[in-house]
């Protein structure tokens, strides 16, 4: 089975990947943390997008098409995986179909995790304030509201397309992080 989470920056998406992958055996993969790796380790790759991802902008779809597209590959992404963080654009949506059809796959659900803007912010806040030293560079109020309208702007056009082909499941992403897993995991057992 192959998922996509999609939502707002700091609905929590990560958060439920993590625990669906360690609940039903999917591989997360988040576009964000192979670009903070790529950062991290100083590759050519990662000295050309630090300063996109400090400014809360996005990183160019061929460069991201090209990095999914080879990660999927992987046998670890076998039994399925949870795609966090992608598609982000139209392009990047139309470029996924076309990938998961040639390689015969696709996805089976878009988990959407529905939240408040204003609570986000605050959300992010908190998990600024938690994370000290450790804090993502993009991790900061201005960032953030940045990233709100890249996301408003680019990425959730994207939602009619799913829509059409009827794989929305839409999630209250302000309940409990423990209901909200179980709600996702209803939705998978279905
Ligand atoms: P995230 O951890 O998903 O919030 O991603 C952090 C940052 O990485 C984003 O603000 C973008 O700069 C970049 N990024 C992650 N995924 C993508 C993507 N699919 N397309 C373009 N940029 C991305």
New binding site residues.
């Given amino acids: 089975m192959n998922l996509i989470i999609f939502g707002p920056?700091g609905a929590g998406k990560?958060t439920q990947a993590g625990i669906m992958e360690a609940k039903h055996g999917l591989k997360q993969l988040?576009?964000?943390?192979m670009?903070r790796g790529e950062i991290a380790s100083e590759s050519d790759l990662g000295l050309k997008v630090k300063d996109?991802?400090a400014r809360?902008?996005?990183?160019s779809?061929d460069i991201?098409i090209d990095m999914i597209s080879r990660r999927i590959e992987q046998p670890d992404c076998e039994k399925g995986f949870i795609l966090?963080?992608?598609?982000?654009?139209v392009a990047?949506a139309d470029a996924l179909d076309t990938m998961l059809s040639d390689k015969g796959k696709k996805i089976d659900h878009v988990l959407l995790l529905v939240v408040d803007e204003d609570a986000l912010i605050e959300r992010i806040r908190m998990r600024i304030a938690q994370s000290g030293e450790n804090a993502r560079e993009?991790d900061n109020e201005e960032t953030l509201k940045k990233?709100l309208g890249v996301y408003n702007d680019q990425t959730k056009p994207i939602l009619p397309y799913y829509r059409d082909k009827n794989l929305i499941r839409e999630i209250d992403g302000m309940q409990a992080i423990e209901e909200i897993s179980a709600q996702i995991a209803g939705i998978l057992e279905k």
Avoid: C
Wanted: proline share 8%; no cysteine.
């Fill in positions: 920056p990560g988040s576009t964000g943390e670009l996109i991802l809360g902008e996005l990183v779809d991201m966090d963080g992608f598609p982000r654009t990047q993009d990233r």
